[in-house]
T-cell receptor, first 111, second 111 residues
Framework: NAGVTQTPKFRILKIGQSMTLQCTQD?????MYWYRQDPGMGLKLIYY???????DKGEVPNGYNVSRSTTEDFPLRLELAAPSQTSVYFC??????????FGSGTRLTVV | RKEVEQDPGPFNVPEGATVAFNCTYSNSASQSFFWYRQDCRKEPKLLMS???SGNEDGRFTAQLNRASQYISLLIRDSKLSDSATYLC????????????FGKGTKLSVKP
């Protein structure tokens, strides 16, 4: 049982480049989330989805896009990467009202 | 006022000590409450849910006071392996299950 799988684990981007962070879960959870965590800070919600075809903005959505074509997958797209997007990105899934299961994270550095 | 506030620590305690973490939340509509544990450079993992009646899981006891909007976590007989950051987490009614994270309290258990 893999849970929540994120790829890649590490990535270095140049300013202005774009990339997609992949997230997939095998628990048939309807709810999925993307968070970022900056050093010494709490997790901040970027985007979330309550089911296939439905996405919504969180607290810090600027510079990101998401899609949810299937229950399993919830990719996060960065367009025109900026140094301020250097962070650790966590994907998570859950049943509503329950605790989350997190992926192991993607460490992104934008230089 | 931040939505979820925690003492950042660090708490440095000897093995076998009892340590208590406190957390306050600002929104009285908060509905579900959790403690997560996050090891260095790892994803957060659910430690325990917190119920109004209080709940215990081995050496860990969680308490909730809705009137004071206060949550606590007590760790008895601390182990070296308890060293981590402990995150206080709440959800709010109608928030699509979105979790709101505190910045965490760092615990270091020394031999």
């Amino acid at each position: 049982n893999a849970g929540v799988t994120q790829t890649p684990k590490f990535r270095i981007l140049k300013i202005g480049q774009s990339m997609t962070l992949q997230c997939t879960q095998d628990m048939n959870h309807n709810y999925m989330y993307w968070y970022r965590q900056d050093p010494g800070m709490g997790l901040k919600l970027i985007y979330y989805s309550v089911g296939a075809g439905i996405t919504d903005k969180g607290e810090v959505p600027n510079g990101y896009n998401v899609s949810r074509s299937t229950t399993e997958d919830f990719p996060l797209r960065l367009e025109l990467a900026a140094p301020s997007q250097t962070s650790v990105y966590f994907c998570a899934s859950s049943y509503p009202g329950n605790g989350y299961t997190f992926g192991s994270g993607t460490r992104l550095t934008v230089v | 006022r931040k939505e979820v506030e925690q003492d950042p620590g660090p708490f440095n305690v000897p093995e076998g000590a009892t340590v208590a973490f406190n957390c306050t939340y600002s929104n009285s509509a908060s509905q579900s409450f959790f403690w997560y544990r996050q090891d260095c450079r790892k994803e957060p993992k659910l430690l325990m849910s917190v119920y109004s009646s209080g709940n215990e899981d081995g050496r860990f006891t969680a308490q909730l006071n809705r009137a004071s909007q206060y949550i606590s976590l007590l760790i008895r007989d601390s182990k070296l392996s308890d060293s981590a950051t402990y995150l206080c987490v709440v959800t709010q009614r109608g928030s699509q299950g979105n979790l709101i994270f505190g910045k965490g309290t760092k615990l270091s258990v020394k031999p």
